[in-house]
């Protein structure tokens, strides 16, 4: 039970955090490449793009897992296929459909984002260029749905990492070819850089393609063992799955629509109060792009949990095992808290050398960086809870949940834009998924009666335990500002790998000696204390 949700979620968190720290580290040669004013240009398409896909995927991979987990569990196998088979004519016309809006739409979206006119010409070039990617991506997610259905999460792991680095080839190849070699323009480079979405969607594609020539024996024999008992129609089945989608559809483009809101607004509000085009374009790419990039880094883990989630407590949930159910939620919280919440307090702590490392040495930068770091807790929260209430069939309320955090942010963030500059637009978005995550918990515990009292406990305990690793690692780190620079790129990375390092033996060893960790990861954290002689079997901690 606790090794099957562990194992699944190892997979898919080890796939899905390749693919993030892929995406996280090429920034580096990329922002070398092009510099802020191609990063501008490329994140003002990103945007849009994100959540085009992820209206055009209709939060398919979680719907499909879901549904198929559904009916396997009623061993009725032949309903997921006949959704797979139809579900590919559906994908391939919605994603072409999404692929011709954006494409036609770019210079109304250009108009919207940009706080002037210069950049407008550049910006629906960079936005058609990354919209054909709609075409292909749609249809791949429905793979990884289905394979995800089944339990299996190595395909989707390994085609996230696999589309990541062809993707990122095709970026970082393109955009040095351009502006080394052909001596082209930054818009031309951006341009190469987004198309490379649909290059490295075609990599994924192709794993894929290879891993259902491998199973496919194994689904075929399954279904030779199909009940049969349920008739389902095509209509029935596409209404059930607009039912479990449409709420995927909100989470799925909520990050993307908090940075939309920005896009929209963050440029304009900085030039009515006095800041040039430029500049504001600067700190968006400051806020939406550098800092996000590196801020996104612990929440891939929440969003490993959202995939691994759904099936396995709608397993639970279809089968009225609540003792089950109980555990996998108490076991996701924990773990979640226990990996994001020091990465997130490192990072806000070390955001000066983490900053020059991958960007350059930029006081406004890293400040950015600062107080965004800590919206990452917020932004795995918002994810894990919002596929719990799937998980349990309370869909309806993340749209509630989500509208409000949106309504807040959109309320409040020209305001405090305009009050606290870029700071403000962080604070909006903190206070909007902070509202959006209470709704999400006052749901779970009114629906899913689940009591919250090991996990309020646990977090206070880690709370503490990364309160001390903080304060140590801040000792060391104002002593080796002594004697090392953040302004340097090598000087920062042994600040950091010193740091990160001390820090993380100080949280480690607090998590053994208390028994914390043994009961997070179980019996095979014991046997690896085990072999290396540490006192990893001590249980101290009430279950």
Not at 38 to 57: C, E, M, N, R
Not at 308 to 316: D, F, M, Q
Request: hydrophobic share 50%; charged share 15%.
């Amino acid at each position: 039970m606790q090794s099957k949700l562990l194992r699944g979620t190892f997979i898919l968190t080890l796939g899905t955090i390749l693919s993030k720290v892929l995406g996280l580290i090429y920034v580096i040669p990329f922002f070398q490449i092009v510099g802020r004013e191609g990063t501008v240009l490329y994140q003002y398409s990103y945007v849009p793009y994100t959540v085009f896909i992820s209206i055009a995927t209709a939060g398919v991979p979680l719907a499909v897992s879901k549904f198929i987990s559904k009916y396997n569990a009623l061993e009725e196998y032949a309903v997921g296929r006949k959704l797979f088979k139809s579900g590919i004519v559906v994908m391939l016309t919605t994603g072409f459909l999404a692929f011709l809006v954006m494409y036609l739409a770019a210079p109304t979206l250009a108009e919207m984002s940009t706080g002037g006119d210069a950049n407008l010409k550049n910006v629906t070039t960079v936005m058609r260029a990354v919209s054909f990617a709609l075409i292909v991506v749609p249809f791949m997610s429905l793979i990884r749905g289905y394979f995800q259905g089944h339990q299996s999460m190595g395909p989707s792991a390994l085609s996230q990492v696999v589309e990541q680095i062809v993707r990122i080839a095709f970026v970082l190849l393109g955009a040095f070819v351009v502006m080394k070699f052909l001596n082209g323009k930054i818009v031309t480079a951006v341009s190469v850089a987004t198309f490379a979405a649909f290059i490295g969607a075609i990599g994924g594609l192709a794993v894929l393609f290879w891993y259902w020539y491998k199973r496919k024996p194994y689904l075929d024999e399954l279904l030779e063992h199909d009940k049969g008992t349920i008739n389902i129609s095509l209509k029935e089945i596409y209404k059930e799955i607009i039912l479990y989608s449409f709420p995927f559809v909100l989470v799925g483009i909520a990050n993307p629509l908090f940075q939309a809101i920005d896009q929209f607004t963050f440029s304009k509000a900085l030039v009515q109060i006095g800041f040039t085009e430029q500049v504001a374009d600067s700190f968006f790419s400051m806020l939406n792009f550098e800092s996000h990039k590196i801020v996104i880094i612990p929440v891939s883990l929440a969003t490993a949990f959202s995939l691994t989630l759904v099936p396995s407590i709608t397993k639970a949930f279809v089968e009225g095992d609540k003792k089950s159910m109980v555990h996998q939620l108490n076991q996701s919280f924990q773990v979640l808290l226990f990996l994001t919440l020091p990465a997130a307090i490192g990072l806000s702590l070390l955001a000066e050398p983490v900053y020059t490392v991958f960007y350059q040495h930029d006081v406004m930068g890293t400040e950015v960086l600062r107080a965004y770091a800590p919206v990452a807790i917020l932004f795995s929260l918002y994810s894990v809870t919002a596929a719990i209430l799937q998980g349990i069939n309370e869909q309806r309320f993340t749209v509630l949940s989500l509208l409000v955090g949106l309504l807040i942010k959109l309320s409040l963030n020209i305001p405090l834009i305009k009050m606290m500059e870029t700071r403000g637009a962080v604070l909006a978005t903190t206070l909007g998924y902070t509202a959006a995550i209470i709704i999400n918990l006052i749901v779970i515990k009114t629906f899913a009666r689940y009591p919250f009292r090991i996990v309020w406990r646990r977090s206070l305990l880690i709370g503490i335990f990364a309160g001390l690793m903080r304060a140590v690692t801040e000792g060391v780190y104002r002593v080796l500002l002594l004697f090392l620079s953040p302004e340097s790129k090598i000087q920062s990375v042994i600040i950091i790998l010193l740091c990160a390092a001390i820090g993380a033996a100080v949280y480690f060893y607090l998590g053994v000696k208390s028994g914390l960790i043994s009961r997070l990861f179980g019996s095979r954290f014991d046997r690896l204390m085990t072999k290396i002689k540490l006192p990893g079997r001590r249980r101290t901690v009430e279950n």
